[in-house]
């Protein structure tokens, strides 16, 4: 166990030093700490990308899934990614011309303050729960290597997270998304063949699994599945941090490219972490589900190859949480702070007001994910708050010419308090994830509001603003 402990350490060590590095030498405005200064070359787009997908919620809540319903019903529940993946092909090239800071600017462009503030406020609320359940995986791996108590794990994780988003920015993230990729694609691809072997290769393990993990829908009705699916493939869709990455991209044609090694790269790591978690199920029947891969990684496989898997795993899951901490601190900083400032704030106020609102966020993220049993649950409330809230509004602004202010604002507030309300107020009904419920809601109020309020030359006044409804 010292073994591991001092690898993950050592690996700690080494994220805080790429970030004190790029602290010094490439931060110099809000620009450089938002989106790198427009400058990522194409394969540290294509390993930030993969790593802010490929965080706790595939290392521990996706191997979770596995654990509990088996490797078929998986590959339906993490589809969703690649065909959010594939529209996002298409309108890669259109964000990084835009040249935003995040999304409720380019909501803004077209449907007014209004729309940008309340989209600000269902963002937080969604990507607060992210970062809050990377601490909790984080924690897990920090307990299976040291005996650290998880609230313990939690706030170590925590206090890391801030210091990182905080010192370097994207420029940090995105350089420590790319060297933890490399990472877990070499570990688990070494590793798997080890954890196969130990579970009686391919035919043992068909044999020993239950038998409603081999099923196709892991027990779960199409309802249950749907739900599932669906949080998943609407926060790729939508997601603020990809947006934010194809910002970041050096031009058009990178930010385009980046967007087909992303999907062949997710392609690669979801394999393997099925094969992987799979074994699990056979290898260690009475773990927590969370622990499925971490628990291969110490236990099934070589030292030196559990020694990737873990560092790779921490690298995930810190960089994943600092990429949805910046971008949250960019929705405070920019569509709120700056967006109703009397006057230009300068440079520099604007770098250390993106700092201290990390700081912030990052402490309410902590508070937020004690509130959640698992990883798997609170991974699955904020993809919905985000998905159903949020990534309606998105491709309706860009894809469709009908949508109307009154239209976006309806469906961000009703998609976002649906979500709340089936979550907290009814406390998941049938055992359906929210998204059953609060993305239809949205999708409706957005097309009926709308094409009622086709009047041309509606508008809606909002102190100084007169914000076009069409």
Same mark, same amino acid.
């Given at each position: ?6 690898? =993950? ?29 427009? !400058? ?51 309108? &890669? ?8 800071? #995040? ?10 303050? &209004? ?5 600000? =406020? ?35 994780? @925590? ?22 990729? =490399? ?15 130990? &579970? ?53 044609? #990178? ?18 972490? +099925?094969?992987?978690? %799979? #074994? ?7 773990? !927590? ?11 099934? =496989? ?8 873990? @560092? ?6 810190? #960089?994943?949480? %600092? ?26 106020? /604007? ?39 949020? %990534?309606?509004?998105? +491709? ?11 239209? +976006? ?52 006044? /909002? ?8």
């Amino acid at each position: 166990m010292s073994i591991y402990l001092v690898a =993950v350490v050592i690996y700690l060590i080494l994220m805080a030093l790429i970030g004190v590095y790029f602290a010094k030498s490439s931060i110099k405005n809000s620009d450089d700490f938002m989106v790198a200064g427009r !400058s990522l070359p194409l394969w540290i787009v294509i390993g930030t990308l993969l790593a802010t997908f490929v965080g706790s919620g595939t290392v521990v809540g996706g191997a979770s899934f596995i654990y509990q319903y088996g490797p078929f019903a998986a590959i339906f529940n993490l589809s969703g990614g690649f065909v959010g993946a594939f529209i996002l092909y298409l309108i &890669a090239s259109k964000v990084r011309q835009s040249e935003m800071y #995040t999304v409720p600017q380019l909501l803004e462009k077209r449907f007014g303050t &209004a729309t940008r503030v309340i989209a600000s =406020v269902f963002i937080l609320l969604a990507y607060v729960g992210i970062t809050a359940y990377q601490f909790t995986g984080g924690a897990y791996v920090l307990q299976l290597t040291t005996g650290m108590p998880l609230e313990v794990g939690a706030i170590v994780m @925590c206090a890391l997270v801030i210091f990182l988003t905080m010192s370097g920015g994207l420029f940090s993230v995105a350089y420590s998304d790319a060297l933890g990729a =490399v990472l877990i694609l070499i570990g688990f691809i070494i590793g798997i063949p080890f954890a196969l072997n130990a &579970a009686g290769g391919f035919s043992g393990l068909a044999e020993a699994l239950p038998a409603v993990t081999k099923t196709w829908n892991g027990g779960l009705s199409i309802p249950q599945l749907l739900g599932f699916f669906l949080p998943l493939f609407l926060l790729v869709l939508g997601d603020q941090n990809m947006y934010q990455r194809f910002a970041a991209a050096k031009d058009e044609l #990178t930010a385009k490219r980046s967007v087909l090694g992303f999907i062949a790269g997710n392609a690669l790591v979801v394999s393997l972490v +099925i094969m992987m978690a %799979t #074994t699990a199920i056979v290898l260690f029947p009475t773990i !927590s589900p969370d622990a499925a891969i971490l628990t291969v990684a110490i236990e099934g =496989v070589p030292v030196a190859i559990g020694v990737l898997i873990l @560092c790779a795993s921490v690298a995930f899951l810190i #960089t994943t949480a %600092t990429s949805y901490l910046l971008s949250a601190s960019g929705n405070i900083v920019y569509d709120l702070v700056q967006r109703f400032s009397k006057k230009e704030l300068p440079e520099q106020k /604007l770098l250390w007001l993106n700092r201290g609102t990390v700081l912030g966020l990052g402490v309410f993220a902590y508070v937020l994910g004690q509130f959640f049993p698992s990883v798997l649950a609170i991974q699955m409330y904020s993809y919905t708050m985000y998905g159903a809230a949020i %990534t309606p509004a998105i +491709i309706a602004t860009l894809l469709w010419k009908k949508a109307t202010t009154a239209g +976006i604002m309806s469906s961000i507030i009703v998609g976002g308090s649906a979500t709340m309300f089936w979550e907290l107020v009814l406390n998941r009904p049938f055992d359906w994830n929210s998204v059953l419920f609060a993305l239809p809601l949205s999708v409706i109020t957005l097309v009926v509001v709308s094409l009622a309020t086709q009047k041309k030359g509606a508008s809606l006044t /909002l102190g100084n603003k007169n914000l076009n409804m069409e």
